[in-house]
């Protein structure tokens, strides 16, 4: 169990997002949040590559700062529609766009975590496949008036009024909301058997 792997250290996640807070809090880790200033540029990189550099990035500003007993967790989450990254909307004309986009199609979440200290970390992503209902103008005119779609990449939150756009989605529902607990899991129990921690 993840909170069992954890209990000897100070888990510090490294991202402002108030879901992965909500996400540590569901699975018994205490956390302090401490918010990286790096950029996140979108580049014609592989997404994969992107999210974990992005991850390791933040990751590294963060345990920059950090002693031996602390675990830094840092993660990004990209959308992919068409080979297209989709970010976070700019501003409301540009969620409706991505939103129109995304209507009655099927899409790619890829969230990169990188997660351990300074010297020792280790990076991974995980891949969703969701399925957009055909969704009006007035849909989702309405849905980007919530406010909801401003801060998330893609312009959706799958938790909150975006769950009623969401026809299938095929693999890990934690990493849509942004990080993926099980291949989170999978790291930390690589990284043990290694014992780097």
């Given at each position: 169990m ?14 402002a ?39 390791r990035?933040k ?59 300074l ?8 891949s969703?496949?969701?399925?957009f ?29 975006g ?35």
């Amino acid at each position: 169990m993840i909170d069992k792997i954890l209990k000897d250290y100070n888990v510090i996640l490294a991202s402002a997002s108030p879901r992965r807070k909500e996400i540590f809090s569901l699975i018994g880790i205490t956390c302090e949040v401490v918010v990286s200033d790096v950029a996140e540029p979108i580049t014609d990189e592989d997404p994969a590559l992107q999210s974990m550099r992005h991850a390791r990035n933040k990751h590294n500003e963060v345990a920059a700062g950090c002693d031996e007993n602390d675990i830094v967790v840092s993660a990004d989450t990209i959308v992919v529609l068409d080979g297209a990254i989709l970010g976070k909307p700019r501003d409301t004309r540009e969620a409706i766009s991505y939103l129109q986009r995304l209507s009655g199609n099927t899409h790619t979440v890829i969230t990169g975590i990188c997660v351990g200290t300074l010297q020792n970390h280790r990076c991974a992503y995980e891949s969703t496949q969701v399925m957009f209902s055909q969704l009006c103008s007035t849909e989702i005119e309405h849905y980007v008036a919530t406010g909801e779609p401003m801060d998330k990449a893609g312009a959706y939150g799958i938790q909150g009024f975006g769950s009623q756009f969401i026809r299938r989605i095929e693999g890990c529902y934690f990493n849509v909301m942004g990080f993926p607990v099980r291949r989170f899991y999978d790291t930390l129990l690589a990284m043990k058997q290694e014992d780097i921690i």
